[in-house]
């Protein structure tokens, strides 16, 4: 675009290319750099999140630092070189067409900064303090609904997949034909729905779901890793099973996946026995949405603690899928030793060695059989191991080699173990995980309602109990706490960027500050199209950062070239403003259209990318806008400070080499 400003003044294009060149490469070099900077910090994200987003500075950032070099020397090639002049009528009819048609769009910007953008800007400067007044409250009031939660905050909106996994749990023990009968219940639901469901595009009397398996025994899905938050599953049992369910084609289906899941959860409703009952359709989540985790010395007060925050849990609308880390195990004996056994110098791991031996058996002799080992056993014959009665009626050794009744020295009872006991720095855990419906609710608004207090009254009643939110919940923690530190170290970096080709550290404030106005403009973008903020509206944030200064560097650093070659500033500061509006509006224009495709995408493999090109899109949109008008009366008004506080000026104007600029119609030398 300063190519062509000049080279229309100029009536020579290889001047022109050259000289376009030669006064905007610092601007436009250390506006690569600083979005370059806005970028890095993406590369040092952690957690999963952190390597699955890692690709796209790499790509962003190699993409800047060739297109510097493209723009620099390549592009100024092509511009420079030409035998036809600028101004020469086309040789056919399209060609006449195009160029009738660019003709009218020059004229239509003329037109719009003549008659609409310079006396807005004129009435902005000379009211440059209510300007910047009016900006700061729009800013106030975006960031106050935020805050408040009107616009929602997400960690992550995982796109749906085409498949529906529904993973069964019941109590340990339970045989097989039960856990197999509630399968078949879970699998002849969906077979049922995918019948009824069918879409205005599929075709009649076809299911919804092309494809059902099974499986009683295991959990495939689980087993295998594909559900990220569930972990690695070391076993099978008779009390597992899983249901697959593989979605037609979304061409082919006018419902989403989503609400299929929801259907055919409502419809399965609640399996007698079960423990735990799961219905997943999205590609990958870093935790459960609420996840609490609760910690103690006593397995009991675990329980019940455990017990109260579901039943609170349930009390949400939209919260579904509410269990805990609790299982109980198989059924077992429980000994309990009496004082007649400890007269005789019997201890309870007495009784557990000597009962060992007699049901499990104790190694006697090894030898060798070929290559095998061969261990003797010996224990009490099959007939006196069948029953529990055969426990009773054996006899204990004490200490002295005299052998006494079992019933003379200890109790056993029926009991039930545990699956597991999970422990976290030496102290007993029990998590507490619930699922929320996104259209419902919001799981960080429920956080925080826990937090502010409710969970405080809950534990009151357990002393000794701690709780702590882990899961996605944490991951968000990490992430937010890794941005947050990356955008300080980048707005600092961009800070110096900026510093350095200004020689002023008053200036690079009033470029940074269309960076606020930057996330206002993505704030807008996101309620707007419906979405809610992202951890990847925040990475469109960070990256936005870095973006938004471009154009306010190439403004003041021709503002600055104004100034130092003799305009007053007020005059300077329009003038510039008008200069840099058609540059500053096609960058935007170009930047929003280039990220319109994504934002309307509709594929599996982009959704979740979306929010990121709305903060981009929509933030450098706003931010161009804000410049054009805030940039200039925040210039105005740092003079106005120069003015009163003149130590402040960092050098003194015109001490610096400067390059002639050209007024409107003449040629720079």
């Known amino acids: 675009e300063n190519t062509h400003t000049i080279q229309t003044r100029a009536r020579n294009k290889l001047q022109g290319a050259i000289q376009g060149a030669q006064t905007i490469v610092v601007p436009v070099t250390f506006g690569v750099l600083t979005t370059v900077a806005a970028f890095a910090p ?36 092509h511009l420079g070189h030409g035998r036809k002049p600028l101004d020469a009528p086309g040789s056919n009819t399209v060609s006449r067409g195009w160029r009738r048609f660019q003709s009218a769009i020059a004229r239509g910007l003329a037109r719009l900064i003549e ?21 700061i409250s729009l800013l106030c009031v975006i960031s106050g609904a935020m805050v408040s939660g009107w616009l929602a905050f997400t960690f992550q909106e995982s796109p749906e997949t085409d498949f529906i996994v529904a993973d069964l749990t019941m109590a340990q023990g339970t045989p097989v034909s039960v856990t197999a009968e509630a399968i078949e219940r879970i699998e002849a639901t969906a077979v049922a729905l995918g019948r ?96 609490l985790e609760l910690s103690g010395s006593e397995l009991d007060s675990l329980r019940a603690a455990a017990e109260a925050v579901r039943l609170h849990l349930a009390s949400y ?77 054996m006899r204990i050794r004490s200490g002295d080699g005299s052998e006494v009744p079992f019933q003379s020295v200890a109790r056993a009872s029926l009991g039930t173990g545990f699956s597991g006991i999970s422990h976290v720095d030496r102290r007993r855990t029990v998590s507490v995980t619930a699922d929320v419906d996104l259209a419902r609710a919001n799981a960080n608004e429920i956080v925080r309602d826990l937090q502010s207090g409710i969970m405080d009254e809950i534990l009151s009643a357990h002393p000794g109990v701690r709780y702590s939110f882990e899961g996605e919940q944490a991951e968000q923690r990490e992430f937010l706490s890794a941005m947050l530190i990356g955008m300080a170290g980048a707005l600092l970096v961009i800070y110096v960027l900026l510093a350095v080709p200004l020689r002023s550290y008053l200036q690079p404030f009033v470029i940074m500050s269309a960076i606020p106005f930057g996330f206002v403009g993505a704030a807008l973008g996101h309620i707007a199209l419906g979405y809610n903020l992202t951890m990847y509206s925040v990475i469109g944030l960070v990256a936005l950062s870095g973006i938004v200064v471009n154009s306010s560097l190439v403004l003041v650093d021709y503002l600055n070239r104004l100034v130092a070659a ?100 003449e040629v720079a030398h």
């Open 42 to 77: 993406l590369l040092f994200l952690p957690g999963p999140m952190g390597r699955a987003t890692r690709v796209l500075p790499l790509v962003v950032i190699s993409c800047l630092l060739f297109s510097l070099l493209e723009s620099m020397f390549i592009l100024p090639a």
């Open 115 to 135: 008659h609409y953008y310079g006396p807005l800007l004129e009435r902005a400067l000379e009211w440059r303090y209510l300007t910047i007044a009016i900006a």
């Open 196 to 291: 009824e469901v069918v879409g205005a595009r599929s075709e009649a009397g076809q299911s919804v779901f092309s494809h059902i398996m099974a499986s009683v025994g295991d959990q495939p899905q689980k087993s295998a890793g594909n559900i990220p938050w569930a972990g690695k599953q070391s076993s099978g049992g008779g009390h597992l099973g899983e249901v697959q369910a593989e979605v037609v084609s979304i061409k082919l289906r006018d419902i989403s996946v989503a609400e299929l899941t929801k259907r055919w959860r409502e419809r399965v409703g609640a399996i007698p026995g079960a423990v735990e009952l799961d219905f997943s359709s999205t590609m990958m989540e870093p935790g459960a949405p609420i996840h």
């Open 317 to 393: 609308p939209g919260v579904f899928g509410i269990t805990d880390s609790f299982r109980g195990g198989k059924q077992e004996l429980e000994y309990h030793i009496l004082p007649s056994a400890e007269a005789l110098g019997l201890t309870l791991q007495d009784l557990a060695f000597q009962l060992r031996q007699g049901f499990y058996g104790v190694e006697a002799q090894s030898f060798q059989r070929g290559r095998d080992e061969v261990k003797v056993m010996v224990r009490y014959p099959a007939t006196e191991r069948r029953s529990l009665a055969d426990v009773e009626s």
């Open 566 to 665: 003799g305009r007053p500033v007020n005059e300077a500061v329009a003038e510039a403003a008008k200069a840099r509006f058609r540059a500053i509006l096609l960058t935007s224009l170009t930047t929003f259209a280039g990220l319109t495709p994504m934002m309307m995408e509709t594929s599996i493999q982009a959704r979740f990318m979306i929010p990121m090109a709305i903060s981009i899109a929509f933030g450098v949109m706003f931010s161009s806008l804000i410049t054009l008008l805030l940039v200039p009366c925040s210039y105005l008004v740092l003079e106005d400070l120069l003015k009163f506080v003149p130590r402040l000026r960092t050098e003194p104007p015109g001490t610096e080499d400067v390059l002639e600029v050209a007024p409107p119609g």
